[in-house]
């Protein structure tokens, strides 16, 4: 299997929160607060693989300081909402703003950030996905399910 470049590497960590989007919306009680807190996780690790390691190397290639700072904002709105759901029960309008909130983002990532980053040159996706997926490894073992 040829080795995955960085975009692939996230954008698989955008379809299986999307999936887990999809699975909170038709799960009883129980199981959306089981759901919530996965998606939270998955969400937090994903955004701070994407703070600490892609988004300063795509920076770095790219000079793009408008996409990050933009991307930027979509994280900490994330966030908050992410802090909003940890703060109690599953809330089901709070999810529906999350959700909404990180198919916006991860459309833009889809459509902007990633096609610039795959022809950019200077920019090594493959081990870029090397790096973000050590990390990610270190911080799910941190914060186990």
């Given at each position: 299997m040829?080795?995955?470049?960085?975009?692939?590497?996230?954008?698989?960590?955008?379809?299986?929160?999307?999936?887990?989007?999809?699975?909170?919306?038709?799960?009883?009680?129980?199981?959306?607060?089981?759901?919530?807190?996965?998606?939270?996780?998955?969400?937090?690790?994903?955004?701070?693989?994407?703070?600490?390691?892609?988004?300063?190397?795509?920076?770095?290639?790219?000079?793009?300081?408008?996409?990050?700072?933009?991307?930027?904002?979509?994280?900490?709105?994330?966030?908050?909402?992410?802090?909003?759901?940890?703060?109690?029960?599953?809330?089901?309008?709070v999810?529906?703003d999350?959700?909404?909130?990180?198919?916006?983002?991860?459309?833009?990532?889809?459509?902007?950030?990633?096609?610039?980053?795959?022809?950019?040159?200077?920019?090594?996706?493959?081990?870029?996905?090397?790096?973000?997926?050590?990390?990610?490894?270190?911080?799910?073992?941190?914060?186990?399910?």
């Amino acid at each position: 299997m040829p080795q995955q470049d960085a975009c692939t590497l996230l954008d698989e960590d955008h379809k299986k929160v999307e999936q887990l989007f999809k699975e909170y919306q038709s799960a009883d009680t129980a199981r959306k607060q089981q759901l919530a807190q996965t998606i939270a996780q998955e969400l937090s690790v994903h955004m701070q693989i994407e703070d600490e390691i892609f988004y300063p190397a795509f920076l770095d290639a790219t000079g793009d300081d408008d996409m990050i700072e933009e991307a930027e904002d979509e994280h900490d709105e994330a966030r908050e909402l992410i802090a909003r759901l940890e703060g109690g029960k599953a809330d089901d309008e709070v999810m529906k703003d999350l959700q909404k909130a990180i198919e916006h983002h991860v459309g833009e990532e889809r459509r902007e950030m990633f096609p610039k980053a795959r022809e950019t040159s200077g920019l090594d996706l493959v081990k870029l996905a090397q790096e973000l997926e050590a990390r990610k490894t270190e911080l799910m073992s941190d914060h186990p399910a």
